[in-house]
């Protein structure tokens, strides 16, 4: 898969891309609103969009609603990432038909997920598996998930420690989880 991350972040662009490897996906960062246009406008098979509220003073929600005037909004997933979200701010982002709002620190798992369960509502199973190359490592690591919950290293209420942190914790667990 191809995602474009609309963040500044480079913390957060190093977590994505690290649970990205696993299932042989890319994370594009991009800064700009008119690079993330520029690229949609393409035509590349792009994924799905993270971005965080606003990206170089820009709000980044201008992307969405390009999504919907181009026609591309129902198949290209839009999930905000966010470090403090407003009660108006998240009604407003669900209004304008974001497929998730997560808090940061977030579950990098749970961002491919929700793509991942969009496009396949949207786009069927069979161009998911044809996008990735470790899904079922990424659905295994999911059920354990679900069934460890209590062991998760990254709950919303855990705000304490920067993404790397966060992200070490996620990668440790992995390993358990995988017998490495």
């Given amino acids: 898969m191809r995602i474009i991350l ?18 042989g996906s890319k994370i594009i960062q991009i800064t700009t609103l008119e690079k ?4 949609i406008d393409k035509g590349e098979d792009i994924d ?8 170089n003073n820009m709000p980044t929600w201008e992307i969405l609603s390009y999504l919907k005037r ?3 909004a129902n198949e290209i997933p839009f999930i905000v990432l966010a470090k403090d979200i407003t009660p108006e701010e998240k009604e407003f982002f669900e209004y304008m038909g974001v497929v998730a709002i997560l808090e940061k ?13 969009h496009l396949k509502k949207v786009k069927g199973e069979g161009y998911v598996k044809e996008r990735l190359k470790g899904e079922e490592d990424l659905l295994k690591l999911k059920e354990k998930l679900q069934e460890e919950k209590e062991e998760l290293p990254a709950k919303k209420e855990e705000k304490s420690g920067g993404i790397l942190e966060v992200l070490k914790k996620f990668i440790d667990f992995f390993k358990r989880l995988l017998g490495n």
């Fill in 6 to 23: 609309l963040d500044e972040d480079k913390e957060t662009y190093e977590v994505l891309q690290e649970v990205a490897k696993l299932s």
């Fill in 36 to 39: 993330a246009k520029e690229l």
């Fill in 48 to 55: 799905g969009i993270v971005a965080e509220k606003r990206v």
């Fill in 70 to 72: 181009t026609g591309k």
């Fill in 105 to 117: 620190p977030f579950n990098p798992l749970e961002v491919f997920m929700d793509i991942v369960e």
